[in-house]
């Protein structure tokens, strides 16, 4: 069974700089896409970054575009989300997603994703 671990989710200032990490287990190959989705309270979840398996895609949605950085080390199969410049609005319960499948395509959707972590809280104050 994949399982997924994320981490690094932390009270931080607006204005600061923070890493999360996703550790994922429990399958043979490890190069599978990857995302990031984040769920602010009250509000549905929605994607953040996404990036494909071999690490040479990546995209953004248009709210943390310049600000976020999504990366991957495949040896240790962890994806990591690198959030600067953060902004009350980027308050949310943050959460790693990975594919069943190997696709060649970007993937924004939920749907697109079928293992999901627990989700790490990042608050940002003002």
């Known amino acids: 069974q994949v399982q997924l671990v994320e981490s690094g989710g932390r009270l931080v200032q607006a204005g600061g700089s923070l890493r999360l990490s996703c550790a994922a287990s429990?399958?043979?190959?490890?190069?599978?896409?990857m995302a990031w989705f984040r769920q602010a309270p009250g509000k549905e979840r929605e994607f953040v970054a996404t990036?494909?398996?071999?690490?040479?895609?990546?995209d953004y949605a248009d709210a943390v575009k310049g600000r976020f950085t999504i990366s991957r080390d495949n040896a240790k199969d962890t994806v990591y989300l690198q959030m600067s410049s953060l902004k009350a609005a980027d308050t949310a319960v943050y959460y790693c997603a990975t594919v069943a499948f190997r696709m060649m395509s970007i993937l924004r959707k939920e749907s697109d994703y079928a293992y999901w972590g627990q989700g790490t809280q990042v608050t940002v104050s003002l």
């Open positions: 990036i494909s398996w071999g690490g040479s895609a990546t």
């Open positions: 429990g399958r043979t190959d490890r190069n599978y896409n």
